[in-house]
């Protein structure tokens, strides 16, 4: 029941709008599933579902690495947080990135999966995400990195 249930969520993130957890409970209890919200949060913490931009621009639920792994490519990922993000600088062993109102913790999914191996960590807020590297040389090439991005 799991699976199926699982196939459902991707196949509703994938072919509607879902902007909410309680949108994606609601449909899956139309498509006949008896879930709880914490059921659909677990759910889409296991597909690592995320909230970005689609190919429209509609800020919704998206799929995350399953989505990678079936393209093959992380291309949705590099077009995601490049439109999620408004600018880019480093100082010390910190690179400081500001993003669109919102948009920080999508972007910083992203940030972590893609460029995981240059850093020691994230956090992300409500529009800036801190990224701390080893050191100054660190945060000089991450920053080059990113910038390519966009």
């Known amino acids: 029941m799991k699976s199926k249930r699982q196939e ?3 196949d509703l993130i994938r072919n509607k709008i879902i902007i909410t ?4 409970q609601a449909e899956l209890i139309k498509q006949g599933f008896k879930v709880t919200q914490s059921t659909v ?3 889409m913490k296991a597909l690592k579902i995320v909230k970005g931009h689609d190919e429209k621009g509609n800020y919704r639920y998206v799929a995350g690495e399953s989505s990678a792994t ?3 490519s992380y ?3 590099n077009e995601m947080f490049a439109k999620s993000i408004k600018s880019i600088d480093y100082a010390l062993n910190n ?3 500001k993003c669109y109102n919102g948009m920080a913790s999508s972007a910083c999914v992203i940030l972590d999966k893609l460029f995981g191996d240059m850093m020691l960590g ?3 807020g409500e529009d800036t995400i801190i990224a701390v590297t080893r050191s100054e040389q660190g945060s000089e090439a991450l920053t080059e990195e990113l910038k390519k991005l966009l």
Request: proline fraction near 0%; charged fraction near 30%; charge should be negative.
């Open 8 to 10: 459902k969520i991707l």
């Open 21 to 24: 957890q309680e949108d994606l």
């Open 41 to 43: 949060s677990r759910d």
């Open 70 to 72: 079936e393209s093959g």
């Open 75 to 77: 291309d949705h990922y």
């Open 95 to 97: 690179v400081v990135i």
């Open 122 to 124: 994230t956090l992300a």
